[in-house]
């Protein structure tokens, strides 16, 4: 940790206190954005195409059903940024041979091309920082990211485990 984060004076009012917690709040959702519009403009990738794409890329090919619960997302919303991606010739839709009823998702040559030069998910260096930190650390971080979601009353705000301020 840095002497930043390390150094919060215990004699700090409540006031203080809680303007602290929204700028580091606002800097999280600013290196959310950041990282988002380097994404688009780089390569031309909102936060969610990146993590279906790195998917599929795993995968080689994978049924849309299986796609959107593999990443938490809704099948109507990977459906929709599917049909984006399909349009750019990062994604090929075919049916499948067993079942017609189902639509099978496969990387194209553009798409792998792509991910070769993208970035990680930014959930992914994230992933990578926190399981290095101490298990108390990790559980003190998600209570009071819990209390700060309850603070904010949005535990009934749906929300896939990737970091990006775009849906889709």
Same mark, same amino acid.
């Given at each position: ?5 390390? $150094? ?12 602290? =917690? ?6 999280? @959702? ?7 519009? $380097? ?14 794409? *790195?998917? =599929?890329? #795993?995968?080689?090919? !994978?049924? !849309? ?5 593999? =990443? ?10 599917? *049909? #984006? @991606?399909? +349009? ?11 079942? +017609? ?37 990790? @559980? @003190? ?6 209390? !700060? !979601? ?7 705000? $749906? ?10």
């Amino acid at each position: 940790m840095t002497n930043e984060q390390n $150094d919060i004076p215990s004699s700090i009012t409540p006031e203080q206190r809680c303007r602290e =917690i929204l700028i580091y709040i606002r800097k999280i @959702m600013q290196a959310i954005a950041l990282y988002s519009r $380097d994404l688009s403009r780089k390569y031309g990738l909102t936060g969610p195409q990146l993590v279906i794409l *790195n998917e =599929i890329s #795993r995968r080689g090919h !994978v049924p !849309v059903t299986e796609l959107a619960r593999s =990443i938490s997302l809704s099948q109507a919303t990977v459906t929709d940024i599917l *049909n #984006r @991606m399909e +349009k750019k010739g990062l994604v090929a839709k075919k049916r499948s041979e067993k079942d +017609k009823r189902l639509i099978i998702i496969e990387p194209t040559e553009t798409c792998l091309s792509i991910l070769g030069n993208a970035p990680p998910p930014l959930q992914q260096t994230f992933i990578e920082r926190f399981s290095e930190l101490a298990e108390w650390e990790q @559980m @003190m971080i998600l209570s009071a990211l819990r209390r !700060v !979601v309850d603070l904010m009353s949005a535990q009934k705000m $749906d929300a896939a485990p990737f970091l990006s301020s775009d849906i889709a």
